[in-house]
């Protein structure tokens, strides 16, 4: 189960901010953000290894896509199609409302499960695939969102019940550098299913997190640690 965190505010300077923790197999090789595609020109995104996809990118007109599991729904399963093909779609896309047009009309029963976002400065999008029909979206208004496995802001998952309270309660990432945002960021505290920054156990934990700015003027600002928020520094990539 993955993290992203979303500060959505229309008409400011920073219209959508991002934050993201990464949880995999820590055997699961995958490469730092970069170009790994000639066929997304202009598409910037970590690569997994196995399966050639992404978790999560940007491209050059401002776009970030990210997806996630949902509930009973990790790993790969037969006759399925890798999730990570599903942000490269995206962002091949000058615009969030774009992209997400081309996401719903997808069979979503050609992958597991999943969840995703989908942003540029105009807002946010949540689209939701439940393994059948088409893949359903969901607009963010202004406010703050975190989205797990479960739908936004669900409080039935132990890790927003836990942390979401603790982001509203943070100054927006503009004011103080994203350090309050970083500090939860790097937290291993609490039960198993409440972590966001997943302590390892059973080959599994939290491996990458990204911090995401895109301003209004379509500038995007991303922040990549290449390893659990609490050990590894974050490194501008755009």
Not at 114 to 141: C, K, S, T, W
């Amino acid at each position: 189960m993955c993290t992203v965190v979303l500060l959505v505010r229309p008409g400011h300077a920073h219209p959508v901010m991002l934050a993201a923790n990464r949880d995999e197999r820590l055997d699961r090789a995958w490469d730092q953000p970069d170009e790994w595609w000639p066929e997304h020109p202009g598409v910037i995104a970590g690569r997994d290894r196995t399966a050639g996809g992404t978790w999560m990118g940007v491209n050059r007109a401002g776009v970030v896509a990210a997806v996630l599991n949902r509930p009973g729904s990790l790993g790969p399963a037969p006759g399925k199609r890798s999730r990570g093909e599903l942000p490269l779609l995206a962002l091949d896309h000058e615009a969030a409302a774009a992209a997400v047009a081309a996401v719903t009309r997808l069979d979503a029963g050609a992958w597991r499960s999943f969840n995703m976002i989908v942003a540029d400065r105009a807002g946010a999008v949540f689209l939701r695939g439940l393994g059948r029909g088409h893949p359903q979206a969901e607009p963010l208004g202004a406010g703050l969102w975190m989205v797990t496995a479960h739908d936004p802001n669900d409080g039935s998952s132990p890790r927003v019940a836990r942390h979401l309270p603790r982001f509203r309660a943070a100054p927006p990432p503009d004011t103080d550098g994203w350090r309050g945002w970083r500090a939860i960021l790097k937290d291993r505290s609490g039960a198993p299913g409440e972590q966001i920054n997943v302590v390892p156990r059973d080959g599994f934990g939290t491996v990458c997190s990204s911090l995401v700015a895109l301003d209004a003027d379509d500038g995007v600002a991303w922040l990549f640690a290449a390893g659990p928020p609490d050990a590894a520094t974050f490194e501008r990539v755009v």
